[in-house]
Nanobody, 124 residues
Framework: VQLQASGGGLVQAGGSLRLSCAAS????????LGWFRQAPGKEREFVAA????????YYADSVKGRFTISRDNAKNTVYLQMNSLKSEDTAVYYC??????????????????WGQGTQVTVSS
């Protein structure tokens, strides 16, 4: 499985961005998917995750009410809509795919495949 993240950029605080992550392969709908982020000097942290059919979603407390994760299985793509961005959202954002449930979708170790990351910079 190859994951390609895109959509990052520079945005002012209060603005919005939509990240996309396109996946190769024919079993996309069988994966649980997640977004993580890593700021300079910090550990990678969980942002959001979504179940196989998109009916179940999970969010970090820091992004609840501002970010929305969604997926389009017909397009092999997962999205992260980010609204009301803050300077503390600045990070490299990674998408990830989980082929089978191990423990928790909030743990990076849960995921089997990772995209290359896309930079999000929020200016205050």
């Amino acid at each position: 499985v190859q994951l390609q993240a895109s959509g990052g950029g520079l945005v002012q605080a209060g603005g919005s961005l939509r990240l996309s992550c396109a996946a190769s392969g024919r079993t996309f709908s069988s994966y649980q998917l997640g977004w993580f982020r890593q700021a300079p000097g910090k550990e990678r942290e969980f942002v959001a995750a979504i179940g196989r059919r998109g009916g179940v979603t999970y969010y970090a407390d820091s992004v609840k009410g501002r970010f929305t994760i969604s997926r389009d299985n017909a397009k092999n793509t997962v999205y992260l809509q980010m609204n009301s961005l803050k300077s503390e959202d600045t990070a490299v954002y990674y998408c990830a795919a989980d082929t089978f449930t191990k423990a928790s979708l909030e743990r990076a170790a849960e995921y089997d495949y990772w995209g290359q990351g896309t930079q999000v910079t929020v200016s205050s």
